[in-house]
Structures are given as C-alpha cells and as structure tokens.
C-alpha cells in the first residue's frame, strides 16, 4: 500500500515537472503583459503549433529532476556518493548539447569536463538551479531531514555556491517532503513553522513570511507579486523571487495542479522553471490523473519520453522503499539524446527570432 502511494507521488512529482516544464516554455523570459499579447489568456502549448495540434517540449529543468531520480537510483544513498554521481550525470547531460542552461550551470559543467570536483565545480551565483533539482532529494529522504540537507548542499554547490541558492533549494526539498506527507489540506501555518526556525537569509524570510501573511488574506499570487514588485517583468530566477512565488502558488492552489501551474505561468519571466517546480510539488499530491490530460498529452518528448519517467518513478519508489538494493534502469542512449537536442536547439532559435516580432 505505501510503496503504491510512492509511486503514485513520485510519477505525479515527474510528470508534474515536465508538463509544467514544457506548457511554461515558450513564455519563458516574457514580461506578462507582452506574453498575454502574445499567446493569448488561454494556458496552453504554444512552442508548436500545428494544424494537427499543439506540442510541447521539455526543458533542463525536467532533465536535471530526472537527472537527479537516475543519481538516487544507483547511488549508496550516502551524500558523497550521491554528489559523484550528479556530477558524472551532468557532465554526461552537459555534452549532449542541452539549450538554454544558464550562466552558472555552463560554467560548472565546463569545470566538470575538466576533472574538478563537484564539491568544487560551482559559481559564486544566486540562480535557481539548485531548486529545480530539489523536489526530488525533498520527497525522497522526507522521512531523513538530515540526509536531506547534505544532499541538497552536494546538488546545489555543484552548480551555485552562493549560501541563498542552498538555503532556497532546501525551502523546496522540505515543501516536497511535507506533501509527501499530507492526505488531505495542508496547513500553510505548519509548513512555515516548519522551516522558518531553519532560515537565516534575512530577504528569504521577509518574502515567506509576507506570503504567510498574504495567504491568510486568501490574496491571488499576483497580488502577492504585486507586494514584492515582480508583477512587471514577472517572476525572475534569482532564488529568492523564485522560491517564495512558487510556495506561495503551491500553498494557495494546493490541491489543484491547473490553477498553480497556471497562476505562476500568466505572472510571467521564467516561467518554465517555475511552472515546473510547482508542478512537481503540486503533483505529489494530485498524481499523474489531477494533471490535466490536453497538457500530459500535448508534451511530445523522446527519448526521455513521459513513459520513460514513468518507468523511473516506479523504480525510484522501489528504491525509497528497498533503500540497500541498487536498482538499474537503462538510460536513454547518448546519441538519441545529442540529436534531440540539436532540433530542440533549433526551435528555441526561431522562437528566439519570433520575439523580435510584434507585438510589444
């Protein structure tokens, strides 16, 4: 029975982050009110568009979660271990030519390629990278907040050694652990008494608990934005705008993937990153049937396709409850993935270009 309710959370954590990686991205960077000019009220796929239907794609922030499932499947479940790992995942993710890693990420796998040390690789940034490799350490030790921790700072000083890129990536480990174990409402009040003794970031803290407040007027995300002026250019990837936006969508949707998924992706800026972490949060809870089924299937994807992640989350979940047997789950070939990436390039390029164009 619990090993069942694993696997339900973790597919629901997987698929949540590639549908809202995917539906998120070709709003990704837009201001909302020229993404609404753009693409319309309507949430839905919008990087290609055919006479035939809509089709999204995912992006590195899909990638690193799954990235991140492989490393815990065959790691020894211990930080060190765990931090070899990530690093040879992302060395290995890092030459199959991904598009559109950020500064931090690209100059850590450049260090990687060179032999440094993972403990050694990351960039002085305060970038959201490490949050997107969070909801999965945070939903599989949810029962081991120490080992948690360890491997939260092993997966973000790979790539951000600025303290507010670590303290922001446990923030969303802990909210990932806490729905993992909620059956019904959770209580925003006994999340936030949760962490907030933990936090030292005096910024972090000022924004979580002004969302505490705000949720106890019951105020829309945007109003909430609006109290911490991102509600122009939208939501940016420093860690500390990323963060408490996306708690703050997950608490006041909880419960209802569309409506979180959404709020976050109409605030605007880098929509896929934060679409996809409250996606991943929010499909612990929902599983893979509360994610709408014109989205799951308008996400086109190969070789790591949604049945792919599928496959992943059922042996995650027999490895969380199996923690002393390595379980092996082949990847997807090397040269599936460059030729993948090549054409994934390609239209980000055009749509690229397409940004250029009116309207304003």
């Avoid at 703050?248 to 605007?268: D, H, K, P």
Wanted: net charge positive; with cysteine.
């Amino acid at each position: 029975m619990q090993q069942t309710q694993s696997v339900r959370q973790i597919t629901g954590l997987l698929i949540g982050t590639a549908v809202g990686d995917a539906i998120g991205l070709a709003r990704e960077g837009i201001a909302p009110k020229r993404a609404r000019r753009m693409f319309g009220d309507k949430i839905q796929h919008n990087l290609i568009v055919t006479p035939w239907g809509r089709i999204g794609l995912c992006s590195d922030d899909t990638e690193h979660a799954a990235m991140v499932a492989q490393c815990l499947l065959s790691c020894k479940l211990n930080p060190k271990d765990f931090s070899s790992r990530l690093g040879r995942g992302m060395r290995r993710w890092f030459l199959t030519m991904p598009a559109g890693l950020g500064m931090a990420t690209l100059k850590a796998c450049l260090k990687l390629c060179l032999g440094i040390n993972p403990a050694k690789s990351g960039n002085n940034s305060a970038g959201n990278g490490a949050a997107m490799r969070a909801p999965v350490i945070g939903w599989f030790f949810a029962g081991n907040p120490d080992i948690m921790r360890e491997c939260i700072h092993a997966a973000t000083i790979i790539t951000h050694t600025d303290p507010r890129a670590e303290e922001g990536a446990w923030v969303i480990a802990m909210a990932a652990g806490y729905a993992s174990r909620q059956q019904s409402e959770v209580s925003a009040d006994s999340f936030f008494a949760e962490i907030m003794p933990a936090l030292s970031g005096e910024q972090l803290i000022s924004h979580l608990q002004l969302a505490q407040q705000k949720l106890k007027q019951q105020a829309q995300l945007h109003e909430y934005l609006l109290a911490l002026k991102l509600e122009k250019k939208g939501i940016t990837g420093y860690i500390n705008n990323t963060v408490p936006a996306v708690i703050y969508a997950w608490l006041r949707y909880y419960g209802n993937y569309e409506q979180t998924v959404s709020a976050l992706i109409q605030a605007g800026g880098d929509t896929d990153t934060t679409a996809a972490i409250a996606g991943a949060l929010a499909g612990i809870y929902v599983g893979e049937t509360g994610i709408p089924e014109q989205w799951l299937q308008g996400v086109k994807e190969w070789p790591m396709s949604m049945d792919y992640l599928r496959k992943l989350s059922v042996a995650l979940a027999d490895r969380k409850h199996h923690p002393k047997q390595i379980i092996s789950l082949k990847q997807p070939p090397y040269v599936f993935l460059l030729c993948r990436n090549i054409l994934f390039f390609c239209i980000i390029m055009l749509h690229g270009f397409r940004r250029l164009l009116p309207p304003y």
